[in-house]
């Protein structure tokens, strides 16, 4: 049993590339970082006095095998792959949580951004698991090492990346699309704020819905509001109370439509229980882009 949940964690095994570590011997027998043995604090290379010290009382015990250069050079565009790979995924998540916000996809995920992820998450899967074989020799240094312990709390941070991602994709996504959708028939009649009242402006089926001095009339029946369009030039879904004032015509063409509601300021309605869970997943996600960032930090500099 234990032999298997062993095998199982080395298949989830997501370690991004980095330098070689101290000797798994001497990281079982003392515990201390790799700047012990190391010039490089993140391993690897030339090595210390206490270093070559202690690569001295190994000479009896028999090492792992030198890697081929088939070996190495499978293992260096591997790497490449992860490392790209990680710049592309993490980049595309600060950029559209900094910069454009998640709200820019509250009315249905973008294909591209889904696309970029979900292949993002499968390379960086099956390179990470190829990276660990190269680097860590047993299951028990995952737990005897401070290398071992950081790549285990950045395999669970993957994880939880990749269950929060299949559960926007699979459920939130097509709810949020759905809303999208149909949105128009929810915003018909009542009070409703500026935002509410673009979004009735006469195209692909919704409501063509105008305001005059407060009031919200429905033009959506009017032949001059085909399309959401009066005259070419005024676009439903706005406060028309400035342009009617040089309008040609009076306002008893406007008033003589449906009134369904009052504009007023400041109106917030809750979000559905489903878009405040894709807004939580969002940024929980960026933080947990913050978090791995770190433990690379750790691993390199600490």
């Not at 600060?94 to 390379?123: D, T």
């Not at 935002?195 to 006469?202: I, N, P, R, S, Y």
């Not at 439903?236 to 509601?261: C, F, N, S």
């Amino acid at each position: 049993m234990k032999r298997s949940i062993a095998q199982f964690v080395m298949i989830l095994l997501l370690a991004c590339p980095l330098a070689a570590f101290a000797t798994e011997e001497y990281a079982r027998q003392t515990g201390r970082a790799c700047s012990a043995c190391h010039v490089d604090p993140s391993g690897g290379g030339e090595l210390t006095r206490e270093g070559t010290t202690f690569a001295a009382t190994l000479t009896a015990t028999p090492q792992k095998p030198a890697l081929s250069a088939t070996a190495r050079w499978f293992r260096f565009a591997v790497g490449y792959l992860h490392l790209i790979t990680a710049f592309l995924w993490f980049g595309t998540i600060l950029y559209v949580h900094l910069v454009l916000k998640p709200a820019y996809a509250s009315g249905g995920l973008p294909r591209g951004e889904v696309l970029v992820g979900v292949v993002s998450m499968v390379v960086m899967g099956v390179t990470g698991i190829i990276l660990t074989r190269f680097r860590v020799g047993s299951p028990e240094l995952l737990l005897q090492s401070r290398f071992g312990i950081l790549l285990l709390i950045k395999i669970g941070l993957y994880l939880v990346m990749v269950t929060s991602a299949a559960f926007v994709v699979t459920v939130i996504g097509p709810r949020l699309k759905k809303k999208r959708s149909n949105s128009s028939p929810l915003i018909v009649s009542g009070d409703m704020s500026v935002e509410e009242l673009a979004v009735c402006d006469g195209t692909e089926g919704r409501p063509a819905l105008i305001a005059f001095q407060g009031t919200i009339y429905d033009a959506s029946a009017s032949r001059l509001w085909k399309q959401g369009k009066h005259m070419g030039r005024h676009q439903a879904g706005g406060d028309l109370t400035e342009a009617l004032a040089q309008a040609p015509h009076g306002a008893d063409l406007v008033t003589a439509l449906p009134a369904v509601g009052h504009l007023v300021a400041g109106i917030k309605r809750p979000a559905p229980l489903h878009e405040r869970v894709f807004y939580f997943m969002a940024y929980m996600n960026l933080t947990i882009v913050f978090l791995i960032v770190l433990i690379l930090a750790l691993w390199r500099w600490w």
